[in-house]
């Protein structure tokens, strides 16, 4: 990339720090800035266009461009820009935001409390948690469990929670109270000669195991993506949702369902937790909610959770946590107007409907001699590539570098290339997307 002297890029990397970002690369490069988008296609200041088959961050469901959001986000500001939900206030579309989510939540729950983004939203989840085992006069129970390669945000909570070492690294995280179990990654973490089922109750006689460890009166929940999204897009075997949750229920352990990339239809069902049959007693949402069009997030928890924490308000006085832009009427009515479109638009059957051919699509990629293996469900795959060497790392990213340069725009998870187009995606637009991929990975050795 040419960087000219005052140009925008240069602007940009004199002043902007960047996330997932080499600070001296950017410096050196500049970053690829983005002017336009509209549909699953984005455009840069030069001009050029491109499919965003990630939709931005695994998260613009509707599209980019959407005038139905620009106009209720516009409506809002308009009407009232802004209030809090402190101190017993509220607003309109935060309670009926709050009302359709409990509506549409696949196991019953109770209440919805509304955050910025799936990070705020985890790390609120671990403050729930401690609050409850205190009000439950439990103060030892406060462990967490999360999962290796899981991905649950970057506070200091969450990180802890997430299981991806670039995420810990100089950091010093995890925080004590996370411990992190077993990867459902069969490929990757079977031994010689296990079968599917094999290394599932494997994975749960781990669980078990850990927590007989730790002491069963210690672990306050176990948290997991239906299916792992940044740590690879990684397709838990059939029954390993099962098993996790007869070892949970045995200790009477919550769990939580992290639906932030799963959740609003990327699975082809609305939430990952129907897909891979997870009841769960909270869930965290993003992403999908609002589209990204405004940071929004929420997490929604049953009635067992729920009223421990209610009834320590009301011994306390006041539940001590919050956020300035919590239940932001603006994110609040677009997150409602962008879910209207998801519904009213059949973006969850159209996930479903396009599968099996973005499945295949994939399969074939990974049939290429570079390939190792494809994972995939619903509308969100990932290609593993098999480097060897000095290529080992840098595989994947010359995958997505090729096909930057072909106008798509794709996300390295180490040697993985990862695919989330968004949900509007038409038959031929798929098409499109992988014919790139076939073109951009017959160009590349190692």
């Known amino acids: 990339m040419t960087v000219q002297p005052n140009s925008i890029e240069a602007r940009d990397a004199a002043y902007h720090m960047h996330s997932y970002t080499n600070a001296r690369t950017l410096e050196a490069e500049g970053p690829l800035i983005i002017e336009e988008g509209d549909g699953i296609y984005v455009t840069d200041n030069s001009g050029k266009r491109y499919i965003e088959g990630m939709s931005g961050l695994w998260s613009v469901a509707v599209g980019f461009g959407e005038d139905r959001l620009a106009k209720v986000a516009n409506d809002q500001m308009r009407k009232l820009p802004y209030y809090h939900t402190f101190a017993q206030r509220s607003h309109t579309p935060s309670a009926e935001l709050a009302e359709k989510l409990i509506q549409m939540a696949p196991v019953p729950m109770s209440k919805v409390y509304f955050t910025n983004s799936g990070s705020e939203a985890n790390d609120t989840m671990v403050k729930l948690l401690w609050y409850r085992s205190n009000a439950l006069g439990k103060p030892e129970k406060k ?50 000669g296990e079968t599917e089922a094999d290394f599932v ?31 690879g897009v990684i397709v838990p075997p059939e029954g390993y949702w099962k098993a996790i949750q007869d070892v949970l229920k045995k200790y009477d352990i919550l769990l939580i369902a992290d639906e932030v990339i799963c959740g609003f239809g990327r699975t082809g069902q609305m939430f990952g937790s129907q897909t891979m049959g997870i009841e769960p007693d909270i869930m965290v949402m993003s992403k999908q909610l609002s589209s990204s069009y405004i940071p929004f997030s929420a997490l929604m928890m049953n009635d067992r959770t729920y009223q421990p924490i209610a009834d320590e308000t009301a011994r306390i006085g006041t539940f001590g946590h919050g956020f300035t832009g919590s239940g932001h009427p603006v994110g609040a009515a677009v997150s409602l107007e962008n879910l209207k479109i998801i519904e009213e638009r059949d973006l969850v059957g159209n996930a479903a409907r396009l599968s099996p051919l973005f499945l295949e699509r994939l399969n074939r990629l990974a049939e290429h001699d570079l390939a190792k293996e494809m994972r ?3 509308l969100i795959g990932a290609l593993e590539l098999h480097p060897q060497g000095d290529a080992v790392g ?8 090729a096909c930057m340069e072909r106008g798509l725009i794709l996300r390295p998870l180490g040697d993985s290339v990862a695919f989330c187009p968004p949900l509007i995606i038409t038959e031929d637009q798929v098409n499109q997307m992988f014919d790139i991929v076939d073109d951009a990975i017959g160009t590349l050795s190692f």
């Not at 950091?171 to 031994?191: E, K, N, T, W």
């Not at 069963?216 to 299916?227: L, N, Q, R, S």
């Open 143 to 192: 462990k967490i469990i999360s999962r290796i390669k899981g991905y649950h945000g970057i506070t200091v909570a969450s990180g802890s929670l997430t299981g991806l070492p670039y995420n810990h690294m100089s950091f010093d995280l995890p925080i004590p109270q996370v411990m992190h179990a077993g990867c459902p990654h069969y490929s990757a973490f079977a031994r010689d």
């Open 376 to 378: 995939g469900i619903g």
């Open 201 to 231: 109750a494997r994975l749960a006689r781990e669980l078990d195991d850990l927590i007989q460890t730790e002491g069963p009166d210690t672990i306050a929940g176990f948290i997991g993506e239906p299916v792992m999204g940044a740590g």
């Open 394 to 401: 840098v595989a994947g990213p010359a995958l997505v570098n």
